[in-house]
């Protein structure tokens, strides 16, 4: 059993509805192994990202990466906040996700503004993540990194927004976090489905 079996069954997930088990066994680990990642196998997370929904089919996420012990390693962990530095360090690679906000629509001659491209890339990170844990691996989301810094340092284009930092790892041994991480190296649990779908629209105000 890996280290993310264990992890979940001490503490494990409950769907109130038939979800394939997928769904459940997708979390956010912060304990690595140092094993490194193929560029093959990395490309292959692309790939599922490539398949999300995309409005109009305009696609409108970048994904920029570095893998650990290459030349661009050191600017990409350094763009993440101390906190996230010390645990991600021994992750496999880092993603920056970045989303394009125009795009040219199906027979159109001039660009418009795509106001799901923030959505639209939200919708290729998760399918990265599933498609990380269904090959063994786990992607951790992080809103914590230096975001304007990012933008300068991997000369994305000024019309483009940064949405999120990524770190891809092989799942490690709790113990190998420091003691303060420890704590929080548990799969979280989510809202009841009845706090956040609501039949017919949201109640009138009382």
Known sequence: MTAVDTRLAEKPRHAEHPIDPLFLERWSPRAFTDEPIAEAELLALFEAARWAPS????????????????????????????????????????????????????????????????????????????????????????????????????????????????AIGRPGERSSLPEAYQAREFPSARKPVAEFAFEGGFAAPG
């Open 55 to 166: 409005a109009y089919n305009a696609q409108p996420w970048r994904f920029l990466y570095a893998r650990r012990d290459t030349a661009h390693w050191t600017k990409f962990l350094g763009l993440l906040v101390p906190f996230n530095q010390v645990w991600a360090s021994r992750a496999a690679a880092l993603i920056v996700l970045v989303s394009d906000p125009v795009f040219l629509p199906p027979g159109a001659d001039k660009p418009v503004t795509l106001r799901s491209h923030s959505l639209d890339a939200g919708a290729a990170w998760a399918s990265l993540a599933l498609q990380a844990t269904r090959a063994g691996w786990r992607a951790h989301g992080m809103g914590g990194f230096d975001a304007e810094r990012a933008a300068t340092e991997l000369n994305v284009p000024a019309s483009h927004t940064v949405e999120l930092a990524i």
